[in-house]
């Protein structure tokens, strides 16, 4: 089973990811892996933290000569802002963050919270996302995110959001990494007006997997139902409040004859993924049961406005229990761009996860031979 933790604070030494039962045979590029670091570290909105930290990864253990050896991984990404014993304790906890909630949990100081529960613990995570992103291109399976909607302002997007060169090329053009470069103007001037009032600003980010084969996942449990598990990954993201699949919560608004897809055949598409069925809309996000249908998969997720805000809101000083202005720690106004980064890379580990979990993960090699015998057998069902 692939799977892989983090460790590190967002001021200390280092942040780490340690990743297990990654398969044998696969050559890891480093840079694929930093691009992506810094796109985390992009966007239009972002704060001082971002011009301190370049960050690099570095893969401490797991290959020999650029080559996955099948025993754990180890990457490492150094924190250039390195001063968390330099760092006193925040008195008044901030709305909108586990400051209160961690400290009476743990019976300790906010500082040890806020340094674990700051989404620059997910440096890492993006790290092992473009890891994963690196197995999955040698299936032919490729993740894109971006940014669908923010501030509450819908973005417009081109029709074919399924051709991954051209969007990913539209989305590396925009300041906010949306599919609309057009807009960026718009949302400049909202991002700059929400900074000037002291105010943060939230929205939502799209993830599309394209290339997905028929049955990853599963409908036999119900924790290792595929969409359940993207659903926990995202919603394990800093600041996610709410995820969707496909058509989401407006599946809920609509009578089932405007949502179910439905199932054609086409003879000339039976050597892709799809394996020759398909279907006009994509309304289930590629996903039915638990398990892939062939279709592309899409996860959506709703981020909140950053918690820390430049004119905070009320709190209590936890010493005399007085009303008081909340504490403020360097921040962002807009980190949704960073968001879209997150949560393509934590979707592209579950996807990763699914493909081992359905092919085996002990060598490159075999796993593409279980694959293609797969694919073969599946054609004749």
Aim: aromatic share 6%.
């Amino acid at each position: 089973m692939l799977r892989y933790w983090t460790a590190g604070e967002s001021h200390g030494k280092t942040l780490l990811a340690m990743i297990d039962g990654f398969p044998a045979g696969m050559t890891i590029d480093e840079e694929p892996i930093n691009r992506e670091l810094a796109r985390r570290q992009g966007g239009y909105g972002r704060g001082g933290r971002q011009r301190i930290e370049t960050d690099k990864v570095e893969v401490m253990t797991g290959v020999w000569k650029g080559t996955t050896l099948g025993s754990p991984i180890a990457l490492q990404v150094i924190n250039r802002d390195y001063k968390l014993e330099r760092l006193e304790d925040l008195p008044r906890p901030r709305p909108g963050h586990g400051d209160l909630t961690g400290a009476i949990k743990f019976l300790g100081p906010i500082r040890a919270i806020l340094e674990r529960a700051s989404a620059r613990e997910t440096a890492v995570r993006v790290a092992a996302g473009a890891l994963a992103k690196q197995l999955l291109a040698e299936f032919d399976i490729q993740v894109y995110g971006f940014v669908d909607e923010l501030g509450g302002i819908a973005i417009q997007r081109p029709e074919n959001v399924d051709d991954v060169e051209a969007m990913v090329a539209k989305r590396d053009e925009s300041i906010i990494y949306s599919l609309n470069p057009a807009q960026d103007p718009e949302f400049k001037e909202l991002i700059d007006k929400t900074g000037k009032a002291g105010d943060t600003l939230g929205g939502i980010v799209e993830v599309r997997v394209v290339g997905a084969p028929f049955g990853l996942g599963t409908h036999a449990q119900w924790e290792r139902k595929l969409d359940g598990k993207l659903a926990q990954a995202v919603m394990a993201v800093q600041a996610i409040k709410g995820v969707e699949i496909g058509m989401g919560f407006q599946a809920a608004r609509l009578p089932g004859s405007q949502v179910h897809d439905p199932i054609h055949y086409d003879a000339s598409q039976q050597d892709s993924v799809n394996l020759g069925y398909t279907r006009p809309t994509n309304n289930a996000g590629g996903l039915e049961a638990g398990m892939t249908n062939g279709q592309t998969i899409v996860v959506r997720a709703a981020k909140k406005p950053i918690s820390t805000l430049r004119k905070p809101l009320e709190s209590v000083n936890l010493e005399t229990k007085e009303t008081d202005a909340a504490s403020y720690e360097r921040s962002d106004v807009c980190a949704v761009s960073a968001a879209s980064v997150i949560v393509e890379s934590v979707v592209a580990f579950e996807i990763a996860v699914a493909l081992i979990d359905k092919f085996g993960g002990d060598s490159l090699e075999e796993m593409k031979a279980r694959y293609q015998l797969f694919m073969d057998m599946a054609r004749k069902r």
